[in-house]
């Protein structure tokens, strides 16, 4: 069997082993392994740098690849393996730099088509008015006058031509979310996701925020507002559209708020700095959100300050 390790290849039935290259070549050779593209019966014994696939007994690499005399002692061997890590490491992340500044700007663009299509959709509706009287709106009247010749007809064809490259962004963004943050993809969704991270300024600036901040996020002018006295403090921000919240009623919204946003905070982390998904996250999310929904509500209490004034009123009448 041949075995996959970070300097080259092992044949465990002919002992042989092998160099893939320098530093450089093994860290763009390693850059590609995955463990999708490994054959099955190779991953139990396949071995990459800061992962080791299930097996009962891995081998000693450093002996075999000592004794194959890829290396002249330990301390090459050390040195190289250092090099090939750091290279490797800085690899992945220009790559995930790069994702994220793509995913960025689909974030952009998306937000763009929907006022575009929004605003060319209305517009097609009041012209319509002057010659039908059908109160056809959006998409379907687009589709309805696409046939007639004209302006209007070229206008409601460019409609759809839009309509069909939002659902093709929207498709790429779902994708390119769910890779570089698999946790908070399964949390709130791709696009939900998506526009958490756009808004926080990327998944670096998202990871160091506190869950307060993500729960807010999106209500800044409310929040604003209520530090000056003018208004109560927001519940929730952007986050609203998750279904933990819009699910559940009003007076448990501040709550489901909370613990939605806590998990955010866990999952932007880890997506930050490991990058593997954890579905204990949407579990332990989903029970807390059931517990907040079948606890009693709570009684308002009525400040202290508030009985003190009513009191000293009571006394000058």
């Excluded at 139990?44 to 009962?56: F, H, L, M, N, P």
């Excluded at 039908?132 to 302006?151: I, K, N, T, W």
């Excluded at 490991?274 to 400040?303: C, M, N, Q, T």
């Amino acid at each position: 069997m041949k075995i996959t390790t970070w300097f080259g290849y092992i044949d465990t039935s002919t002992g042989e082993v092998s160099l893939a290259g320098g530093s450089e070549e093994t860290a763009e050779r390693l850059m590609g392994i995955s463990r999708e593209s490994i054959p099955a019966s190779a991953r139990t014994a396949a071995t990459t740098i800061g992962e080791v696939w299930a097996s009962a007994v891995q081998p000693d690499l450093r002996k075999l690849a000592l004794k194959g005399g890829l290396f002249e002692g330990d301390a090459e061997y050390n040195s190289t393996l250092r090099s090939v890590a750091l290279d490797l490491v800085k690899r992945k992340l220009r790559a995930s730099a790069d994702a994220e500044a793509e995913l960025l700007q689909t974030v952009e663009a998306l937000d763009d088509l929907n006022e575009a299509i929004n605003a060319l959709e209305e517009r097609l509706f009041e012209w319509s008015r002057l010659t039908d009287e059908r109160r056809l709106r959006g998409r379907a009247l687009a589709e309805h006058l696409a046939e007639e010749e004209g302006p209007v007809g070229e206008f409601a064809r460019s409609i759809l031509v839009l309509t069909e490259t939002r659902r093709s962004v929207t498709k790429s963004l779902e994708t390119a979310t769910a890779q570089i943050a698999p946790n908070l993809t399964d949390l709130a969704g791709p696009i939900l996701a998506a526009r958490i991270i756009s808004r926080a300024g990327g998944l670096k600036s998202l990871s160091e925020m506190p869950a307060s901040a993500i729960q807010v996020m999106g209500a800044e002018k409310a929040l604003f507002k209520h530090l000056r006295g003018k208004a109560p403090s927001p519940k929730h921000g952007m986050i609203y559209r998750h279904p933990a919240i819009m699910g559940t009623t009003r007076a448990f919204r501040g709550r489901a708020a909370r613990a939605l946003a806590a998990k955010l905070a866990i999952a932007a982390r880890i997506d930050r700095y490991s990058g593997e998904g954890d579905p204990r996250l949407k579990v332990a999310l989903d029970r807390r959100i059931e517990e907040i929904r079948e606890s009693p509500p709570r009684r308002r209490r009525r400040g202290k300050g508030k009985r003190k004034a009513k009191g000293e009123m009571r006394g000058e009448r």
